[in-house]
């Protein structure tokens, strides 16, 4: 597992989104989901060679949201929240 730092880039800004840990480190030009639920297209990846930190992230991945006709907006039903995430890591009581 690697522990990144998602940074949104809007405009001419660079807004921190959250440090996350992912299985497969993404690539510049890939598309992927966030935990909003929402698309983003991947700008940068930018990784520290030799950084070792139990807080810190070992990259930073600079995103900014998908366009609105991306093929990638249309999940074809799929909803993220209910058919993607795995209940034995997410526990919500509060479902029916």
Same mark, same amino acid.
């Given at each position: $597992?690697?522990?990144?730092?998602? $940074?949104?880039?809007?405009?001419? @800004?660079?807004?921190? $989104?959250?440090?996350? %840990? *992912?299985?497969? $480190?993404?690539?510049?030009?890939? %598309?992927?989901? #966030?935990? @909003?639920?929402?698309?983003?297209?991947?700008?940068?990846? =930018? =990784?520290?060679?030799?950084?070792?930190?139990?807080?810190? +992230? *070992?990259?930073?991945?600079?995103? #900014?949201? +998908?366009?609105?006709? +991306? +093929?990638?907006?249309?999940?074809?039903?799929?909803?993220?929240?209910?058919?993607? @995430? @795995?209940?034995?890591?997410?526990?919500?009581?509060?479902?029916?």
């Amino acid at each position: $597992m690697y522990k990144i730092l998602i $940074m949104l880039h809007d405009g001419d @800004d660079y807004i921190r $989104m959250n440090k996350v %840990y *992912i299985e497969s $480190m993404p690539v510049a030009g890939q %598309y992927i989901i #966030h935990s @909003d639920g929402l698309p983003y297209y991947v700008e940068e990846v =930018t =990784t520290f060679v030799g950084y070792v930190s139990s807080k810190g +992230a *070992i990259a930073i991945v600079v995103v #900014h949201p +998908a366009d609105k006709d +991306a +093929a990638v907006n249309n999940l074809y039903g799929v909803d993220i929240a209910e058919d993607l @995430d @795995d209940p034995e890591y997410n526990n919500n009581e509060n479902k029916e």
